[in-house]
């Protein structure tokens, strides 16, 4: 057999095939897709014995073409189910009628629906109750060099309803976050973080949001007079030194919100030291790290 007969080969079995190809798209067939099952109307309170299904599997009968198109964009029906659930339990229900109906509306005309699996949706419900609890956010963030959290990350929402039965609810006083890790921040943004759901108890949602904004700061000095307290009746105490150089970061845009009395030096007397610790005191939310050189003074008592 010579090349010109092994091409003449090749090209028949190619137009056998592509012909065979055009009559299997044209010709009918029954192909099985999956049909996503999205549920509303289900109180958050409602726990049912077993997990509804989420897919359901549907039969379907058209030309080879039109099947192609239900395997590229798969279908979903929505299935309402208000008002089900009037007693504190009971049965749930959703017909082979209503499943076909909502499966057929998101046929094309020309398709069939031989038949569907499950063909009807059956399980029992009970009511839980129900409790706000505050969430408490863990978080564990560090600035790039020369930024700062500009306040403490803040959840856009405070608290998360809870359903369980009465002995696990009345256990409970808050719903911890998964810890929020980020290094290396120099912007403010939105950030999505994990709600961890305690044993025997289901949330209403799994996730919160959280915003983080941070700042450019810079250090501010003070040289501050030391008070002292705790210091004896009729008793004078004499400091060495008397003030202290503080140095604290402040905001860039917050720098003209720091007064000088915005901070004082404080040590508190006590007879069992031979220095005392300067501590620094301040009521202004924008200042922070503060630190005092030097951090402890000597003492004399006098009467």
């Not at 009559?23 to 109307?41: F, M």
């Amino acid at each position: 057999m010579n090349w010109r007969e092994v091409m003449t080969y090749l090209l028949f079995v190619v137009l056998a095939t592509v012909i065979w190809y055009g009559r299997s798209l044209r010709a009918e067939h029954d192909t099985t897709v999956d049909v996503r099952v999205q549920y509303v109307g289900i109180p958050g309170q409602v726990m049912t014995a077993e997990p509804l299904p989420s897919t359901i599997r549907a039969t379907v009968r058209d030309a080879g073409m039109r099947l192609r198109l239900y395997h590229r964009k798969p279908l979903q029906i929505s299935v309402d189910l208000t008002g089900h659930f009037t007693d504190e339990s009971g049965e749930l229900r959703v017909s082979s009628d209503l499943l076909r109906t909502l499966v057929a509306r998101q046929l094309q005309g020309t398709t069939a629906l031989q038949h569907i699996q499950p063909d009807q949706i059956h399980t029992t419900y009970y009511t839980q109750q129900q409790r706000s609890l505050p969430i408490l956010l863990r978080h564990n963030i560090r600035c790039t060099t020369g930024f700062q959290l500009s306040e403490p990350p803040r959840l856009m929402q405070t608290h998360v309803m809870v359903y369980g039965t009465s002995h696990d609810l009345d256990t409970l006083t808050r719903v911890q976050t998964q810890v929020l890790s980020l290094t290396e921040r120099n912007d403010s943004a939105q950030y999505t973080v994990g709600l961890i759901a305690p044993k025997g108890v289901r949330l209403q949602q799994q996730t919160v949001q959280v915003l983080v904004a941070t700042e450019r700061y810079t250090e501010r000095v003070m040289d501050l007079p030391i008070r002292a307290e705790g210091v004896p009746a009729g008793k004078h105490m004499l400091l060495f030194p008397h003030q202290v150089r503080a140095t604290m970061r402040v905001g860039v845009g917050r720098w003209s919100e720091v007064k000088d009395g915005d901070v004082e030096a404080v040590v508190v007397y006590r007879d069992s030291l031979d220095q005392l610790p300067v501590e620094l005191r301040t009521q202004n939310p924008y200042l922070s790290h503060l630190r005092a050189t030097p951090s402890r003074v000597e003492f004399i008592i006098e009467n």
